[in-house]
């Protein structure tokens, strides 16, 4: 059974240890999700905090420094333990904190866990090198990497009772997922070309003359580099326009945290838009300040407050 926030039992020390441990990481590691995520009451903050440290763990395989073989063993590890959290084979006293902390998450929140298990295809995709010569190809990875962790994080916040409400509000958070990927290739374009990683569409690079790729601090020669940037920052908007539909299925506190997380990427995609060439220079962020006023903007509904009425005008 699936209890809801309000009744849940209080939960023991190793658990309460095993949150406090993933919260940690999120704390130290999501630069930018973290905003969003403080926004939570503590039951939805301590399990989107499990989900973060899972998928940092699956995450930081793909990117780290072993070898391919070593790789993808190591997620195939993650993959067994995800097998034994659904099948309610963790208890408080495993030795792996995040998999305490993910399996209690999973116990009284719906949590669509096959999520986790798209994210380790998708990291797979990785490993393997994987490009992508349009923009439909790229789509099946950051719904993979992306869009299911929206998809998982709904399990969480949970949506307005009703078949078509929870299955639009999926379509939503898939959608700001892909949004969120996109903006997330694009202000780590220089980045992943030095690993040696592709993931813009080709079909897009040869348009914009830009096949050759981006090894440095300067756009290929006779590119059109800003042309491919603002190309793709268009589509990256339509992406927020349509996942932002989202806000209105949820409660004032999950869309302050998703208003939050989709903000900060927002105004990272203002910035590139203003000057592309900076992906190329280095890595665009937010001051702290500026994140934490979104944040604050995000829970008094300022940001989304015209986008939500907008989109009740619509459905009504
Ligand atoms: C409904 C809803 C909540 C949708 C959002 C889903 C979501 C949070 C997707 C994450 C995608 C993404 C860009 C991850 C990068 O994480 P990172 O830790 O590498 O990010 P960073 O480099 O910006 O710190």
Not at 10 to 28: H, K, M, R
Not at 180 to 190: E, M, S
Not at 245 to 262: F, Y
Request: aromatic share 6%; proline share 5%; with cysteine.
């Amino acid at each position: 059974m699936i209890r809801t926030v309000e009744s849940q039992p209080p939960a023991s020390a190793p658990v309460l240890a095993a949150y406090s441990y993933c919260e940690a990481v999120t704390g130290q590691q999501a630069r930018n999700f973290a905003y969003g995520i403080r926004l939570l009451p503590t039951p939805k903050r301590r399990a989107m905090s499990a989900l973060y440290a899972f998928s940092r763990r699956v995450d930081d395989i793909g990117d780290g420094p072993l070898a391919n073989d070593v790789k993808v063993a190591r997620l195939e590890d993650t993959r067994a333990l995800l097998t034994r959290v659904r099948d309610g084979a963790v208890d408080e006293d495993d030795t792996d904190p995040v998999a305490v902390a993910l399996a209690h998450a999973a116990e009284h929140f719906p949590i669509p866990l096959g999520g986790l298990d798209e994210l380790i295809d998708g990291v797979q995709m990785d490993v393997r090198g994987e490009t992508y010569e349009t923009w439909d190809d790229l789509k099946v990875y950051c719904r993979c990497v992306a869009g299911a962790i929206g998809r998982l994080s709904l399990g969480v916040f949970g949506t307005e009772p009703g078949a078509r409400g929870a299955e639009r509000a999926s379509e939503y958070a898939d959608t700001l997922g892909l949004a969120l990927q996109l903006t997330n290739i694009l202000r780590d374009v220089r980045e992943d070309a030095e690993g040696g990683r592709t993931y813009l569409p080709a079909d897009d690079l040869a348009k914009f003359g830009c096949s050759a790729g981006f090894g440095g601090p300067t756009p290929p020669e006779g590119s059109d580099f800003a042309g491919l940037v603002h190309f793709e920052v268009r589509r990256a908007r339509a992406l927020f326009a349509e996942g932002y539909r989202l806000l209105p299925l949820l409660d004032r506190r999950s869309g302050a945290c998703v208003a939050a997380m989709a903000g900060i990427y927002r105004r990272l995609l203002d910035r590139i838009e203003r000057d592309p060439g900076a992906v190329l220079r280095g890595r665009v962020s937010l001051p702290g300040r500026e994140k934490a006023y979104v944040a604050v903007r995000g829970l008094s509904g300022l940001d989304t407050r015209h986008l939500t009425r907008r989109t009740v005008r619509r459905r009504a």
